[in-house]
């Protein structure tokens, strides 16, 4: 395992040169903040990370060889004190449950302001997550709770098990078949999580569990 210095570097990765460009040009401009490096795939932003050990990688999303999920998990195998901002045009909630499950830190969407991005970067050098407004969960979802102990903790291991499989797109058929379960019974974990966790659909399961930070 390769320790890095969260508050060293940044690698810069997405396959638009001319984005790619400005976001170097952004954070070169900003005091404290060094540059190491860029790519343009997934492949290159790999052997960049292991070359370079940046302490922070703004990764896109859609790279031309690999998801920047992708990417990102095969990075964070190997450097796992990396910290790594998404940046994507696509937000939904499977895009940003997918990257935090990965490993991700922050989630930032492309058209956000420049500051924003400036913000992500200076929260996840101190370790704290950022979502972009528009990812992130707001006051209205209808999974906000108001106690003070996420119904969460009140799961079983099997239950937490399903949980996680149902959020990553497994079917029942899937999820039984690798716990030696019926389809049936899958079902019926599958209303059991959603009666406990006061939510009506797999959206509302996803952004319960991004509110909840539980996404290891």
Same mark, same amino acid.
């Given at each position: 395992? !390769?320790?890095?210095?969260?508050?060293?570097?940044?690698?810069?990765?997405?396959?638009?040169?001319?984005?790619?460009?400005?976001?170097?040009?952004?954070?070169? +401009?900003?005091?404290?903040?060094?540059?190491?490096?860029?790519?343009?795939?997934?492949?290159?932003?790999?052997?960049?990370?292991?070359?370079?050990?940046?302490?922070?990688?703004?990764?896109?999303?859609?790279?031309?060889?690999?998801?920047?999920?992708?990417?990102?998990?095969?990075?964070?195998?190997?450097?796992?004190?990396?910290?790594?901002?998404?940046?994507?045009?696509?937000? !939904?909630?499977?895009?940003?449950?997918?990257?935090?499950?990965? +490993?991700?830190?922050?989630?930032?969407?492309?058209?956000?302001?420049?500051?924003?991005?400036?913000?992500?970067?200076?929260?996840?050098?101190? +370790?704290?997550?950022?979502?972009?407004?528009?990812?992130?969960? !707001?006051?209205?979802?209808?999974?906000?709770?108001?106690?003070?102990?996420?119904?969460?903790?009140?799961?079983?291991?099997?239950?937490?098990?399903?949980?996680?499989?149902?959020?990553?797109?497994?079917?029942?058929?899937?999820?039984?078949?690798?716990?030696?379960?019926?389809?049936?019974?899958?079902?019926?974990?599958?209303?059991?999580?959603? !009666?406990?966790?006061?939510?009506?659909?797999?959206?509302?399961?996803?952004?319960?569990?991004?509110?909840?930070?539980?996404?290891?």
């Amino acid at each position: 395992m !390769t320790e890095v210095d969260p508050s060293c570097g940044i690698l810069v990765v997405d396959d638009h040169g001319i984005v790619r460009e400005g976001l170097i040009a952004l954070l070169k +401009g900003q005091g404290g903040i060094q540059v190491l490096g860029s790519a343009k795939s997934g492949a290159e932003a790999i052997a960049a990370a292991q070359r370079l050990r940046p302490g922070i990688i703004i990764m896109d999303l859609l790279l031309p060889d690999m998801s920047g999920i992708d990417a990102t998990r095969r990075i964070l195998a190997s450097l796992p004190l990396t910290r790594v901002i998404m940046l994507s045009s696509r937000h !939904t909630i499977e895009h940003v449950y997918g990257a935090l499950r990965a +490993g991700a830190l922050g989630y930032v969407v492309k058209n956000a302001p420049a500051e924003e991005l400036l913000q992500a970067v200076r929260s996840v050098r101190e +370790g704290r997550r950022y979502l972009s407004p528009q990812v992130a969960p !707001t006051p209205g979802d209808a999974t906000c709770y108001s106690s003070p102990k996420s119904p969460l903790e009140r799961l079983s291991m099997r239950e937490r098990d399903v949980l996680h499989r149902i959020v990553a797109g497994a079917s029942s058929a899937a999820i039984g078949q690798h716990m030696s379960l019926s389809p049936k019974t899958i079902d019926t974990y599958r209303g059991r999580l959603m !009666t406990k966790l006061g939510v009506s659909n797999r959206s509302e399961l996803i952004r319960f569990v991004i509110e909840n930070e539980f996404v290891a």
